[in-house]
């Protein structure tokens, strides 16, 4: 866990502890605390994006790169801000908001290590607003990125992926959305799960340009 | 350069004057034959200045083709020659004219002869060279008639025609192409005048020369009085073909009309010139010839005035208008008597007329001319004057010759009056056009520098403008943001605050208040993500902030909504506004209504005619309806915020009781708010 207001960390421990079936392995409040101790391998990264010494999305990086297997959770304020859906590009898979309660806590961490994958429904506006839909069928397998003829790849989702995306853009939790579209909650969740993976690209640079191409992160 | 030459009329004026003084200096230096003599200077030529004249009995018009085969026996009649001086001249005496209209009576029989008259010329063995006489020179033989030249008993040249009106005036070279040395010792030389008696004569004097040299004198003379003529004719009219083409883009122009004028000018006077050479073929040949000289000096008139006027700006309209119909009255006229006297063989009127109709146009001109520069005295009309005054002496000089008043080796003036006349048209067309791209080019130096300056003030008040607004953005987003401090998270922090400074225990209330409070931040964050019309993202985003809340009260909630079209008017401050009326009546529903059902849901509906969109949230407490007046709480200062928030919106809202329960509808226009 990396964050740095000292109360929110102790409130998380706390929760972390009182879980009884997790462990926290480390903890850190800056940037070079958590680059120290990175090497340790661990299931779970909960990392603030504003640290006192730089970004969180660095460690993101770093992460992903030496513990492919790690699943990386953004502690957000809100749940709203561009620095988010950069995270999720550079390898995130869910976030945390800083407000909740500490059996939320819990089960969110869990619900992103069974697979899932929360969502809000700016989040799936701004997805929305960035994708084209692909040509051909909706099969999972067959929507990967492709880059489009002018060079700029483009996020493809499926007609299933669109959808829950769309009920979430008009406010329906991911409970409704799996009863909507007749399929289970987690099943829901990893349909969200699965446009984060599409989001995301192992360069430093294409994060970059990919993000800048949805909207994600302003241009200057 | 150009501009600063033309641009200046008093140069062009005193140009003008200048090369009307040379041309007439020029022409008066060059008379009585100098010409000749500057040319023949240093030459082996010899120059015959006396002859003997004889007025012979015979009335026969044509020529005979050897001298002795002549009915008047000139070969070898000795008496009754009289010595002359040569150039020799008989000037038209006074009743030529009359005469002239009685040679033909209507039946076609004479009424007066021919009168024939003889000058001989005796050579000496010419100086010089073995083969004896080659060349013979005449700088001018002129009448009214038929021209027959012989030597010895040969003829050796003859006028094209033996019509007795036919005008002549050529030069005569005669080369003699005979044997080697066939030519050696004296020789005479026979003039023969063949005219009526009373319309004169002129014969120059006599060059004659062994070899080719005569040629020269004759050469320039030609050139003097003929080529030269052609050339300035033919530039004349390749510039009238620019001037139509300048017309026809500049129609409506000011100076639209010089160009046309220019143009019909340019064409005219040398189809004057033109027309002469049918003057003898036969019916229609001569009256149209005589037709276009007429009548082409009424029209001219008529243009000339015209340019002037346009040229100048000097105009008299009054005199203006009489030139107009007085060049219509010539070429109308003249036309008329011409066809009125074929029949009658009388042309003696024509021969009246020929001189009259242009006579009259030219002093009408020349009056108005000098009218107009003593009236309005700019340098434009000056200009003029010179060429006019040139013209007049020109034309005087020129009658004299014509009607062999003196003697008659002169050049004539009258083409290069035309010249110097048409140059000072061209002159001041020239001008006019220079002028007129000057004056454009201006312009569009004058219309770039305004551009310039306007794009300047443009950018600087485009600056100012983005100043002013983005201040007054800056100011509206401060007050906004005043505002939801103020109301929300101010009034829930100092709450909060007063819970604990009050030393209530109970944490529950405080913690509450502080959830609400970051509540109203979120709802403020969100506020100002882009919504982009869209209502349901909107209602979407309190869900997702307010969702938990609910859930966690117990409060089952029915998330119930329709598309509905986009509100163009959705902005982030009216986002903000709708944002705060559904908190407070989903927040009222919470702690008042005691219900455990909640229903929202979108639709479009009509309010009063007009097309709108609705949320409606419907919920099972109890029953509560603020608009029942009594029943309002004075505390609730929430409602009064609803119903203010909703007239900001152009909005209409109402609580409406339910058989189980309340419904509070939020009406909001589809068009634009006014």
New interface residues.
């Given amino acids: 866990m990396v964050e740095d207001d000292t109360a929110c960390r102790h409130a998380l421990t706390q929760a972390i502890l009182s879980s009884g079936d997790m462990h926290l392995v480390w903890q850190a409040a800056t940037l070079a605390d958590a680059r120290a101790r990175i090497a340790q391998p661990i299931d779970v990264l909960l990392v603030d994006l504003g640290l006192p010494d730089g970004s969180g999305l660095d460690l993101i990086r770093e992460i992903r790169e030496t513990q492919p297997t790690c699943q990386v959770m953004v502690s957000t304020m ?1 749940g ?1 801000d561009a620095n988010l859906m950069a995270a999720i590009t550079a390898g995130a898979l869910g976030y945390l908001l800083k ?2 309660s500490a059996g939320e806590v819990i089960g969110e961490i869990r619900n992103l290590h069974a697979g899932g994958s929360p969502i ?3 989040m799936a ?1 701004k997805l929305l607003q960035g994708q084209t839909f692909a040509p051909t069928p909706p099969a999972p397998q067959a929507t990967e990125d492709e880059p489009e003829p002018d060079g700029r790849k483009v996020l493809r989702l499926s007609l299933r992926e669109t959808e829950v995306l769309q009920l ?6 991911l409970e ?1 959305v799996a009863t909507r579209m007749g399929i289970t909650r987690h099943t829901a969740r990893s349909f969200v799960r699965r446009i984060y993976q599409k989001l995301q690209v192992n360069t430093r640079v294409e994060a970059v340009r990919l993000a800048i191409a949805h909207g994600l992160v302003p241009k200057d | 350069m150009m501009q600063g030459f033309f641009g200046r009329t008093r140069l062009q004026a005193s140009l003008m004057a200048w090369l009307s003084l040379i041309v007439v200096a020029g022409l008066l230096f060059l008379q009585d034959g100098r010409l000749d003599r500057l040319a023949l200077t240093g030459v082996e030529a010899t120059h015959l200045n006396t002859a003997l004249r004889w007025t012979s009995p015979s009335t026969i018009a044509q020529p005979p083709m050897t001298l002795a085969a002549a009915d008047d026996g000139v070969a070898t009649r000795d008496r009754g020659w009289t010595r002359v001086d040569l150039p020799a001249a008989q000037p038209v005496r006074k009743p030529f004219l009359r005469q002239y209209a009685d040679y033909l009576t209507p039946d076609g029989s004479r009424i007066r002869p021919v009168q024939v008259v003889w000058y001989r010329v005796d050579m000496d063995a010419v100086p010089g060279g073995a083969d004896g006489l080659h060349q013979i020179y005449l700088p001018r033989v002129s009448t009214a008639g038929s021209v027959a030249i012989y030597l010895d008993d040969r003829l050796v040249w003859q006028t094209r025609t033996h019509q007795l009106y036919t005008q002549i005036y050529a030069p005569v070279l005669i080369r003699l192409d005979t044997q080697p040395g066939a030519m050696k010792g004296s020789h005479r030389l026979y003039v023969r005048f063949a005219a009526l008696d009373l319309g004169g004569h002129a014969l120059s004097s006599v060059w004659v020369s062994h070899n080719e040299v005569l040629g020269r004198a004759f050469g320039l003379r030609t050139i003097l009085q003929g080529d030269l003529l052609s050339f300035t004719w033919t530039a004349i009219r390749a510039f009238g073909v620019l001037a139509l083409a300048i017309w026809s883009r500049r129609r409506r122009a000011a100076d639209g009309p010089l160009y046309l004028n220019f143009a019909a000018a340019a064409w005219l006077l040398p189809a004057l010139t033109v027309a002469d050479n049918f003057a003898d073929q036969p019916w229609p040949g001569e009256e149209l010839s005589l037709w276009v000289l007429m009548g082409g000096s009424g029209l001219l008139l008529i243009a000339v005035i015209q340019f002037f006027g346009v040229a100048t700006g000097c105009r008299l309209p009054v005199l203006e208008r009489v030139a107009r119909w007085l060049g219509i009255l010539i070429v109308v006229g003249s036309g008329a008597l011409l066809v009125y006297y074929h029949g009658r063989q009388s042309p003696s009127i024509t021969a009246y007329s020929l001189i009259a109709f242009p006579a009259v146009a030219g002093v009408y001109f020349t009056l108005y001319t000098l009218l107009a520069v003593v009236s309005f005295r700019t340098w434009p009309s000056v200009t003029f004057v010179p060429v006019v005054f040139l013209c007049d002496v020109a034309v005087a000089h020129d009658l004299r010759q014509i009607l062999h008043i003196g003697k008659g080796e002169d050049l004539f003036f009258l083409p290069f009056a035309v010249a110097a006349s048409v140059l000072a048209y061209f002159l001041i067309l020239v001008r006019a056009y220079v002028g007129s791209v000057v004056t454009a080019e201006r312009a569009s130096e004058q219309l770039q520098r305004a551009l310039t300056a306007k794009e300047a003030e443009l950018a600087l008040s485009h600056r100012q403008l983005m100043q002013a607004q983005r201040e007054q953005t800056l100011s509206e987003e401060r007050q906004r943001m005043m505002r939801e401090m103020h109301d929300g998270i101010g009034a829930s922090l100092v709450s909060a605050m007063r819970f604990l400074q009050h030393g209530q225990k109970d944490q529950r209330a405080v913690v509450q208040v502080l ?1 609400e409070c ?1 509540d109203d ?2 709802l403020s ?2 506020s100002l ?1 882009p919504v982009a019309q ?1 209502l ?2 909107l ?6 902030r307010l ?2 809340r609910l859930q966690g009260s117990g409060l089952a909630l029915h ?1 119930d ?1 329709a ?1 509905v079209p986009a509100l163009p008017w959705l902005d982030a401050p009216s986002g903000m506004h709708i944002l705060r009326i559904l908190q407070e009546i989903l927040t009222n529903i919470l702690k008042h209504s005691g219900a455990d059902l909640l229903r929202l849901s979108t639709a479009v509906a009509d309010w009063d005619g007009r097309t709108g969109v609705v949320v409606g949230i419907e919920d099972n407490g109890r029953p509560f309806n603020p608009q029942n007046g009594p029943q309002l709480p004075p505390t609730r200062k929430g409602l009064g915020n609803v119903l203010s928030r909703t007239r900001l919106l152009h909005g209409h809202c109402r609580w409406q009781d339910l058989p189980q329960g309340n419904l509070f509808t939020l009406w909001l226009p589809l068009g634009p708010t006014l």
């Fill in positions: 809100f709203d407000d909740v809000n429904p700016m506006r979430v853009a008009r406010g329906y939790v409704e | 959830e970051i931040l979120k964050i969100d993500e869209d349901l993202l209602l979407s985003s309190l869900r997702f969702g938990a998330w909504v598309d």
